[in-house]
């Protein structure tokens, strides 16, 4: 970003989000986190920012339009950035409903706050301001060759990339209606640092040290295309920066990979990082596949890479090593977000700000 400035992050304890809070704290930006702290958001994830006055953090949903008002007033952001969002599609085969809750219902509730709060501004600061939500290439649906572009049809198959839809096309919709100026982002599967344990590559990981089966969905043959958390953050950066208002950006590293070629890369890996009697690999166990798994993703970035010179600099191979060396070094914070152990931080930070 050219300047400092203000920014209002929504699920900014989660994996993703507080990721970029760090990257845009330490690039000197004032940064207010708003996240409700369900199973996967930590307040874990934020509390080395503790001691910089550039980082408040307020425990709060997006569902409570009453809070976020007030929080707009208060801190006069000049950007939201709405990374808050149920994400496991597993999850949302059990219980849709809280998919549509959150991801539909409260974007809605933010949109209305923010919509309010950019009707008050007036000059420069009316002018600048962004509202910047973070999507998936899942709202896309399912791909047997080819890539998505930002004009393809949605053709979402599970609750979750339906809830994500709608919320998508709710944000595009309020800068038509409204003029309210809206950036959309749809990325691929992301990982790194902070990735709470139910998704694929730390999942893997933990499973493995815990000389456990390594569960793969049906043949292991799903494609995804893997983003490095880092690349992601400089991406939406460069989108918040110049990105067109009521523009979509696809982010993706065009990094192709089966399931079962990064469930095989990470116990390789793990051999060489921590040996034990025998591969890695002999754990790993095949299991029904689950309902509406698609089976390939893909992106078209040309527009993100065209229009804003925006390009990924990690590749998969270093990417994955940098996570797995991360997860090993920290096993106290796998064990407090998977365990609930972070409690007494969540209530010491309360919900001031």
């Known amino acids: ?55 408040t953090f307020v425990h709060g949903s997006i569902n409570d339009r009453s809070l976020v008002s007030q929080l707009l007033a208060k801190h006069r952001p000049q950007t939201v950035i709405n990374f808050a969002a149920q994400t496991h599609v597993d999850r949302s085969i059990d219980d849709p409903c809280a998919f549509v809750n959150t991801n539909v219902v409260g974007t809605h509730e933010l949109l209305e706050a923010t919509l309010s709060y950019w009707r008050g501004l007036s000059g420069d600061a009316r002018e600048r301001f962004r509202f910047l939500h973070i999507s998936t290439d899942e709202v896309y649906g399912p791909l047997a060759q080819g890539r998505s572009s930002e004009n393809s049809r949605y053709a979402p198959s599970s609750p979750y990339a339906a809830s994500k839809a709608a919320a998508d096309h709710l944000v595009r919709a309020y800068h038509v209606t409204f003029g309210l100026p809206v950036l959309i982002t749809n990325c691929g599967n992301n990982y790194g640092p902070r990735q709470f344990p139910e998704k694929l590559i730390p999942l893997m990981i933990l499973t493995a040290l815990a000389r456990e089966k390594l569960p793969v969905y ?98 998969f191979e270093e990417g994955l090593e940098r996570t797995m060396t991360w997860y090993l070094n920290n096993p106290l914070w796998c064990e407090r977000v998977q365990g609930g152990k972070d409690n007494i931080a969540r209530v010491a930070f309360g919900r001031a700000g």
């Open 1 to 55: 970003m050219k300047e400092p400035s203000t920014h209002l992050v929504t699920g900014g304890a989660g994996f993703i989000g507080s990721n970029f809070v760090h990257r845009a704290v330490d690039d000197g930006h004032r940064v207010v986190t708003l996240d409700a702290l369900t199973y996967a958001g930590s307040i874990e994830n934020l509390t080395t920012l503790s001691a910089t006055d550039r980082h």
């Open 218 to 315: 049906g043949d292991g043959k799903h494609v995804r295309d893997w983003l490095h958390v880092d690349d992601h953050c400089s991406a939406l950066m460069q989108v918040i920066d110049r990105g067109r208002p009521g523009e979509t950006y696809n982010i993706g590293a065009h990094c192709e990979r089966c399931n079962i070629d990064v469930v095989r890369r990470i116990c390789d890996i793990l051999d060489r990082l921590r040996p034990r009697e025998g591969s890695y690999q002999s754990l790993i166990s095949y299991v029904a596949d689950r309902p509406g798994h698609d089976r390939r993703y893909s992106l078209d970035t040309s527009r993100i890479a065209h229009e804003l010179g925006w390009q990924p600099m990690v590749s």
